[in-house]
């Protein structure tokens, strides 16, 4: 299996890859989770992808609760924590993020990024057409 490293805060996390059928579901899910606020975002080439979750927080309210919680659980499945447990362990999951609690939102958007990019390199552009 093949991993990407995403890191934050100074931590290395592990994102596994895809199978085509699966991005194509998460890419969906994504599209449909993010719409409600991708027209208040606002893309640049020269922006941070920290810029761009900001944007995603300030308008958090925006967004279906249930279809975060649920896009956040399968996005974990896919993510090694920099002690090598995986997210998606409940134990596991609660005690990496009591002491990295600054990580917990950035991971989980981020490895929406890196989980995709392969299959689809201008996601911020694909999400930013969908109209729900």
């Known amino acids: 299996m093949e991993f990407k490293t995403l890191s934050v805060n100074g931590n290395d996390y592990k994102v ?37 979750l900001w944007q995603i927080v300030g308008n958090i309210g925006k967004l279906d609760g249930d279809r975060i919680k ?11 924590l920099p002690d090598g447990k995986y997210m998606n362990s409940p134990v ?12 917990l939102f950035f991971v989980q958007v981020k490895s929406i990024g890196v989980l995709l990019k392969d299959f689809f390199p201008n996601v911020a552009d694909i999400l930013k057409g969908v109209k729900i």
């Not at 994504?30 to 992808?49: C, N, Q, R």
């Not at 596991?92 to 990580?103: G, L």
């Open 70 to 80: 649920r896009l956040f659980n399968e996005v974990r499945q896919y993510v090694v």
């Open 16 to 52: 596994m890859s895809l199978s085509p059928d699966k991005a194509m579901d998460l890419m969906t899910e994504a599209s449909i989770t993010f719409s409600p606020v991708l027209s208040a975002i606002k893309f640049s080439e020269d922006d941070a992808v920290e810029n761009f």
């Open 92 to 103: 596991a999951f609660q005690e990496w993020f009591n002491v990295h609690k600054q990580d």
